[in-house]
């Protein structure tokens, strides 16, 4: 499964280009200012810096979420705010869309270009699936729980006209129109249990090897993630040897693995070993705690942490940074300082990064190298840019400042948690 969709300068409606380059460039000057204040790292920091010192941080922009625009303003907005790498789609049109955003943020404030991260699986995935349904099924008086639940605004049922004779009080033929908008929806499953009618399907896919590997050897993705279910060592193989050659243009590969218990460690060593004889790159390893659900509250992070404390306290562990995801949110950092691994360091020795950048016996790492904001991030930023859809409809942000402005303070206050921004 690859949607295709275009991102490109006729992606945005000219009137609000031309509104765009009308504007003076102090209409920025406090969006300059902000990121200059706060102090996001500049030219010469590095995400692999970031990783060692324990304050990497990554959007994640979905593994499924394929919506060019919102990921083009999305990129941009945390470009500015500072991120070390964002992980998309495995899919052309939305790698150009990250990067576009990236790019263009760079053009208003001088800043390193954050690691593009592609999302691949080897095997089926909550993270690789769509929400499917015929609205024609749906009863004319439902109440619709599954348009109110999705966190992605990606199920949208309207009224309309139809040659569907259905008929109420006022004699008027009515039929709900629309369904789940694909490109929107990520899989989140929130929308499967509350359909009183059962009415939604999930469709699921795996990322095809070969496709994957033709687009790593483009210019513009720095790392790959691997998700993996830690059960299936088989799997992960064929994935890996799929790849082939295309893993040496690559700065980085991840693996993101959920907690199976006992079983963890041993899955993960026995995944390196596969990789380690042609692994020319760092390697992390995502810690995913509990799935697509940041944007919940308080309690979706214990999960997450729980999983980072069993495996930070774990000496056989294979090589490879310790980065948090699934359940991750404004909470997050504080819970890991509640338990003593917030930018903490130990000794590591004999390690495979160790060798590659200076083949030093040991050094001093941070025991938890970051963390992946993923829905949470998405919300916060995201409330801005439906605002101003709503006005302007498809719109750059960078074309309208106040809006850009607002998004970055809320993308700041996030990524400024791990990053120790001064205040603002």
Known sequence: MSLRFSCNSTSFPKQHQVRGNLKSSRNLDKVRNLVKTVGVPSLTSSPLESLRKGNWVKLICGASFEDVVDI????????????????????????????????SARDIVGLRRPWVMISVNDDEDLHFRKAEFDPEDCPLDCSRPCEIVCPASAISLNEGNST??????????????GGVITERCYGCGRCFPVCPYDNIRVVTYIRDTTATADLIKRNGIDAVEIHTSGRQSAFFKELWDGLGDSISHLRLIAVSLPNVGDSTISSMNTMYSIMEPNLPCFNLWQLDGRPMSGDIGRGATRESIAFAVRLAAVKDRPPGFLQLAGGTNAHTVDGLKKMGLFQTTSITKNSKDEILTASLPNALHALIGGIAYGGYARKIVGRVLSSMQSQYGVARIEDYPE?????LREALALVGTVKSYDPF
């Open 72 to 103: 083009r303003n999305l990129s941009l907005v945390y470009t500015l705010a500072g991120v070390d790498c964002i992980d998309c789609a495995a899919d052309l049109a939305v790698v150009s869309a990250v990067n576009d955003g990236i790019e």
């Open 164 to 177: 569907l004779e259905v008929s109420d009080s006022t004699n008027a033929s009515r039929v709900l129109k």
């Open 403 to 407: 809006h850009l402005l607002e998004a």
